[in-house]
């Protein structure tokens, strides 16, 4: 009998046969043993011994990165051109306290600016103020508010009352109407315009607008002949991390592998959230959870950053399983976490990249706008996505989504993004809309038992890497044998 099964025996648990035969096999028996204490079981088989041997080998051990001697990336000749742009970053400037007149100032903010957004729009209707509809009797005016409440009456059309700073407008929205289709997919809390007739007390919904985005808008394009590669959601510490298909991302970066012209392109590298699987962020996670201590998730987390070529710059933003606080907008990580020489910004973030602005955000609110709204799922991120952009919010309905009412609204679009980065739902997307590049950049995780549970196919191990001069997206496979 070995000494591991002593130990347990000595402790009370009982032991089958077949679990004392893979405890005197397996060179991991001494820390099986002490697992399995942890555990309290009074009894121990063989499966239960096999589990806890699998888990420890799953601890990822140093990465080796293979470097490629003829590699002459022409990234390493270019100065990098990048800019973190604070304005629309918490990190640093968070005073809520929670109370009642936090959440007024939250709300009056959102309203305020994005009305003053629409009022930019072109139209060739009165804007007025919800006072003054008694006024305007039969006349076609438009009308913007904040979505308080809207449902189907007896006669099947849509009554939506708007809010503003005077007070509230009830808008009709025939069921025959041409705007009807679209009221549909109006969430509360949406900032919106409507255009219509006075009736009674009553707007009678022609048309309804969101902010959007410009229709007349090109996709922007870099003189550098530079790429940019899209990460996300790597749950560094899980039992789940690829550890393998992210080293052969290192070594690829390193000339490793096909397509080394465009390796040798990538010089900047943007991580979108959840770069560790963190500590009690679900129900029973740590058995989930390779390491469980959350400061040396970071330390793999920095030992796998540091092996990325130092040409190379790299921003970093925080997701729901980072070490921040888990309700948006989200600070950026602490220094005193993330270590390595990297750009930290909050989530929402923005950065300027070869001319090129970028809106970079986790994607919390991802999945209360898939459950929201008809036609949306988590095969196809890009269509939650392209909805947050007509709203120029990303975060429209309170409650769906933890939100921290700031004194300024920090999850408003207030600037037409070039690029759009999202993560959180593990599918790699791309799409265009309105000249906006928009990417979910996958993840670099296995199937969790809970997508396996909900029927979720993620996309692991898929890096989206963007050509800047040429406008093109090319999504690199590091799935192996």
């Not at 409440?149 to 006669?155: A, D, L």
């Amino acid at each position: 009998m070995g000494e591991a099964a002593e130990k347990l025996i000595g402790a009370g648990i009982r032991l089958t046969e077949g679990a004392m035969i893979l405890l005197e096999k397996s060179p991991h028996a001494n820390e099986a043993a002490e697992k399995l204490l942890e555990e309290k079981k009074v009894f121990v088989d063989a499966e239960d011994v096999e589990k806890i041997i699998a888990g420890i080998e799953k601890i990822p051990l140093p990465v080796e990165v293979r470097r490629s001697s003829d590699f002459h990336p022409i990234a390493k000749e270019s100065a990098p051109n990048l800019r973190v742009l604070d304005h629309g970053d918490v990190s640093g400037k968070s005073r809520c306290t929670g109370t009642i007149e936090n959440f007024v100032a939250y709300f009056n903010d959102r309203f305020e600016r994005m009305r003053r957004l629409l009022r930019t729009r072109i139209t060739d209707k009165p804007i007025i103020e919800s006072c003054r509809i008694k006024d305007m009797q039969g006349q076609i005016v438009r009308v913007i508010g904040i979505v308080y409440e809207k449902r189907i009456t007896k006669n099947g059309n849509l009554l939506i009352e708007l809010e503003d700073l005077k007070g509230s407008t009830k808008v009709i929205v025939n069921a025959q109407s041409k705007a009807f289709p679209k009221s549909r997919s109006i969430l509360l809390d949406d900032v919106i315009a409507v255009d219509g007739k006075v009736s009674d007390i009553f707007l009678i919904a022609d048309e309804l607008n969101y902010l959007d985005l410009p229709m007349v808008r090109e996709q922007k394009k870099t003189e550098s002949d530079l790429a940019i590669a899209y990460v996300s959601d790597l749950h560094v510490g899980s039992k789940n991390f690829l550890q393998k298909e992210f080293s052969r991302f290192l070594s690829w970066l390193g000339g490793e592998g096909g397509n080394a012209e465009l390796a040798g392109k990538v010089k900047y590298i943007i991580i979108a959230g959840d770069n560790v699987d963190g500590i009690g962020i679900y129900p029973l996670q740590e058995k989930e959870l390779v390491v469980k201590d959350i400061y040396k998730q970071y330390e793999m987390l920095d030992e796998l950053l540091c092996q990325i070529p130092d040409y190379i710059e790299v921003v970093v933003c925080p997701g729901n399983h980072d070490a921040v606080r888990r309700a948006d907008p989200q600070p950026m990580i602490g220094g005193n976490l993330l270590k390595s020489d990297v750009r930290r910004i909050g989530s929402p973030g923005y950065v300027e990249i070869e001319g090129l602005s970028h809106l970079v955000y986790h994607g919390n609110s991802l999945d209360g706008i898939i459950a929201s709204l008809p036609n949306m799922d988590y095969a196809h991120p890009e269509k939650p996505m392209v909805e947050l952009l007509k709203r120029r919010h990303l975060s429209p309905p309170y409650g769906s989504n933890l939100i921290v009412p700031e004194e300024k609204d920090y999850l408003i679009i207030e600037e037409e993004p070039d690029v759009v980065h999202m993560g959180h739902v593990h599918k790699n997307s791309t799409a265009t809309y309105r000249g906006t590049l928009l990417v979910n950049s996958g993840t670099f995780q296995s199937r969790t038992d809970y997508q396996i549970r909900n029927g979720h196919v993620p996309s692991p191990g898929v890096v989206p890497v963007y050509e800047t001069k040429l406008g093109k997206i090319h999504n690199v496979s590091f799935v192996g044998e």
